[in-house]
């Protein structure tokens, strides 16, 4: 069994309990799909919120839904978890599908929603008991889970406080705790980590990491490239409601470049000769930044980084500002769609 890191220190317990670890063991030869859509489709009034999805994630993957706010991310989670009915489109979970069968659907997952739902006025223990309850579990086992949950996320100490006395690392590990209560056959995460200082965003990768590896399917929306990097076996780029790109970060960063070049100039009413030398030297589609002086483009090979800093000198152009680094996920959308990541709010999917 795999047990989770958090701050360097191993926890022993398991998410899983023995029965059901056994439960989730998967023959190699069961490839089957976890979830696959085709033409999944939904509207709010004149906003199209989905448009066309079609997925189809293997059993056993982390799989990422990467994209900015707006996208289409949340909505597409709340069909396949059965809380949107779609307006066109299939979608099965699990075999299952999400009109038809929707309560075979609801028995076998589990929805981590963008904002912690547990109780503040409750301890850490009151909230994951009161779930086991409502789960059917008798108070004994559903103290007991709770325990075991408490014990894996590293909420030992502050099972007894109220959760309202919680960091926000703490409340989203509780709420993905509640999730687990029993554990699901596919986990939906949406953008887990979203406003979390970067120690509780480790802390939340690293369960998540031993949630997929004792067998669970989880479905995660982000807006972070390197969370996608990190946790996503493969990830589908969506933008306006449709899914643009799909593959492993690899493949994407691949496709936009291995780096990202970004200038500044000391003087901006040369920004435009200046795209015309990096589009020559480079070979690529240059992009304006938001100031005046900015720009930045894709390097298919770092050395030509120095082509470009030559080419400028030759002509006079001065430079005041240079670096050379991964694609970031904005970049990402401008290679893909021709502009930036808008940070819009999705139309009504909460």
């Not at 997952?109 to 006025?121: I, K, N």
């Not at 209560?181 to 509780?200: I, W």
């Amino acid at each position: 069994m795999t047990s989770i890191e958090a701050d360097g220190d191993s926890q022993s317990s398991s998410i899983l309990s023995a029965e059901e670890d056994r439960t989730l063991q998967k023959s190699p030869t069961e490839l089957d799909l976890a979830i696959e859509t085709n033409g999944l489709k939904k509207a709010f009034g004149d906003t199209q919120a989905v448009d066309g999805v079609n997925l189809r994630i293997p059993r056993g993957t982390v799989y990422g839904l990467l994209g900015p706010n707006g996208a289409g991310k949340t909505t597409t989670i709340r069909m396949l978890a059965t809380l949107l009915r779609p307006d066109a489109g299939i979608a099965t979970v699990l075999g299952h599908d999400i009109v038809q069968d929707a309560a075979e659907v609801r028995a076998t997952v589990s929805l981590t929603g963008q904002y912690a739902s547990v109780d503040e006025d409750l301890t850490g223990r009151e909230n994951l008991v009161l779930v086991g309850r409502l789960l059917g579990f008798s108070w004994r086992d559903a103290k007991t889970r709770a325990d075991e949950l408490l014990t894996a996320f590293g909420l030992d100490d502050a099972a007894t406080r109220q959760v309202r006395t919680y960091s926000g690392g703490m409340r989203r590990r509780l709420d993905i705790a509640a999730s687990l209560v029993v554990t699901p056959e596919v986990l939906f995460l949406d953008e887990p980590t979203t406003g979390l200082d970067p120690r509780s965003r480790n802390q939340v990768w690293a369960i998540i990491r031993t949630i997929a590896a004792e067998g669970t399917t989880v479905l995660l929306t982000t807006q972070y490239l390197d969370e996608a990097d990190r946790l996503a076996d493969r990830l589908a780029v969506i933008d306006n409601g449709h899914v643009i790109a799909e593959g492993t970060s690899r493949e994407l960063k691949a496709a936009v470049g291995a780096s990202t070049l970004h200038i500044r100039l000391r003087d901006p009413e040369r920004r435009e000769e200046a795209g015309a030398i990096l589009r020559d030297v480079l070979g690529v589609v240059v992009h304006n930044g938001t100031d005046r002086d900015a720009l930045s483009a894709s390097v298919p090979h770092d050395q030509e980084a120095a082509a470009v800093l030559t080419a400028l000198a030759d002509v006079g152009i001065r430079v005041a500002e240079f670096s050379l680094g991964q694609a970031s996920l904005d970049e990402v959308f401008l290679a893909l769609t021709g502009r930036p990541a808008e940070d819009t709010t999705e139309e009504m999917s909460a």
